[in-house]
Every structure is written in structure tokens, then in C-alpha cells.
């Protein structure tokens, strides 16, 4: 099996960036788009909803446009890169592309709108809304180090609410209660990114049938059961699982307890 030296886990892709100088950062959150990708809730290829985040960070300190007080080329316009973002890829023209595609585009139409701007990193997030049925999305989180190429490719589930018995005291054996469940896959190959629907169905598939005490043991069986049924592919065996499930009804004066574990998808 091949393996792709340039593709890194999220957390030492964002070590590669805390290491380096370059501190000065132009974000732009959740602006909301239509866009002709990625497929809906039901597995189809038709334009929706999507908010779309770019973090940039930029090669050098935006020193001058702060001394000066003006939009000058050591900083990103961040008014420009959102109509940027907007314009390009809610153009009627386009034709349908996969989310992983998308997030290349997006990268490139940041590097356009920052001009002679210095950039040292990028980040993507695309998030459909309705990409997921039980939750409150899915998506695809890009990131890339432009001059050496490094990369982290990160899918997502958000806030899948699924009911199940849970629970070791008396009362949470006799009734389900929703747990919610935050789901990434780290080095997810591209061909995969897409893959959000199934893989929500898959996890409620699992969950719902469980009866165990602890969210220990439920989130290991979980993490076993995507392995040896969703995660078969030999392009899946670099990825890792990280998997959160909160149990929002367990405490009266928390949001929420949490038990959460990151687990590689390969055998060995």
C-alpha cells in the first residue's frame, strides 16, 4: 500500500504550524454559499446549502497595514476573499464537483484574491447543513502548508443525536435517551470524503442497537464496527478514527459528560 508522505494528521500539521513564525492569521467564518457539490442528505448530486470558513495565515507579520492603518499587500482583504469565494464558486457555470474538489477550489481562489500577499498556510472547512439526518452537518476540513505541500484532510459528522440504552444506574435500563456523537476521520483518503451520508447511517445503524453500561465500552465497540464494516478499503488503513459521544440527560447541572478516543483504522 502506497502512502501519501505529504498527507498528516491534523494535530502534527497544526504542530508544523505553531513551530514556524508565522502568527498573523485572516479568518473568515461560516459564510453561507450555494454550491454544486458533495451530495445531499439523500445521496444525491444537487446544489445546497454550505458555510464555508478559510483561515489564512500569512508568511510575515501584517506590520505595515497595521502601522498605516490601510488594507496594503502584507495583509488579505477579508471583505475581497469572501465575495471571491462567493462569486466563483456559486457560478451557475460550474458543474457539479466533489467536496473534496471544492476545497481545492476554494485554496486556489484564496491564493488568487490574496495578490502579492505572503501565504504560509490555508485552511478550509465546508460544512452542509443538511448533509446529515440525525445531526447538525457534515464536512470536510482541508489544510495545507503551501511551500513545502504538507496537507491534513479531516471528515466530519457534527452532533448526531442517536437514541440507545445506556447507563449503568436502574432507571437508564428500562428507556433510551439520545446521546450525541461527534465523529472525525483524520487522513481520510479524497475518494472517501464524500462518504458522510453512509457513514451516518452506518453509525446510527450500530449505535442504536446497543444496550452497554458505559460509553467506554460503547465508543470501543463503535470504533471496532466502522473498522470491519465501513472502513474496508485498503485506501482507509492510513486514516484514524477520532470519535466523541456526550450524554447531554446524565448530569442535571452539565451540558453534558464526554468520553472521547482516537483510534488508527489499520489492522496492525
Not at 460544512?127 to 513545502?148: E, N, P, W
Not at 453512509?198 to 463503535?222: D, G, M, P, R
Request: proline letters at 3%; aromatic letters at 6%; one cysteine or more.
Amino acid at each position: 500500500m502506497s502512502v501519501d508522505k505529504s498527507l498528516a494528521r491534523q494535530a502534527a500539521w497544526n504542530s508544523q504550524v505553531a513551530q514556524s513564525d508565522c502568527t498573523d492569521k485572516i479568518i473568515v467564518q461560516n459564510l453561507a454559499v450555494t454550491v454544486n457539490a458533495g451530495t445531499d442528505v439523500w445521496g444525491r448530486r444537487k446544489k445546497q446549502r454550505a458555510l464555508i470558513s478559510v483561515t489564512v495565515t500569512l508568511g510575515n507579520h501584517f506590520s505595515s497595514a497595521s502601522s498605516t492603518d490601510t488594507v496594503d499587500e502584507s495583509t488579505v482583504h477579508y471583505g475581497t476573499l469572501s465575495k471571491a469565494i462567493q462569486g466563483r464558486i456559486q457560478d451557475d457555470s460550474l458543474e457539479w464537483m466533489s467536496t473534496a474538489d471544492l476545497s481545492i477550489a476554494i485554496a486556489g481562489i484564496v491564493r488568487t484574491a490574496a495578490g502579492s500577499a505572503p501565504i504560509f498556510a490555508i485552511e478550509t472547512d465546508v460544512c452542509y447543513l443538511k448533509g446529515s439526518m440525525f445531526g447538525d452537518g457534515a464536512g470536510h476540513q482541508a489544510s495545507i502548508i503551501t511551500a513545502t505541500g504538507v496537507y491534513s484532510n479531516v471528515l466530519y459528522l457534527k452532533n448526531v443525536r442517536i437514541p440507545c440504552l445506556i447507563g449503568v444506574n436502574s432507571n437508564e435500563r428500562l428507556q433510551k435517551q439520545p446521546i450525541v456523537i461527534n465523529l472525525w476521520v483524520d487522513c481520510v483518503p479524497a475518494s472517501r470524503v464524500d462518504d458522510y451520508t453512509a457513514l451516518e447511517a452506518a453509525l446510527v445503524q450500530i449505535v442504536s442497537a446497543t444496550a452497554y453500561e458505559t460509553l467506554e465500552s460503547l465508543l470501543a465497540f463503535v470504533v471496532q464496527e466502522l473498522k470491519s464494516k465501513f472502513f474496508v478499503k485498503e485506501e482507509d488503513q492510513n486514516a484514524y478514527i477520532r470519535l466523541r459521544m456526550e450524554k447531554p440527560m446524565a448530569v442535571p447541572f452539565a451540558d453534558a459528560p464526554a468520553v472521547e478516543v482516537t483510534r488508527p483504522l489499520r489492522s496492525a
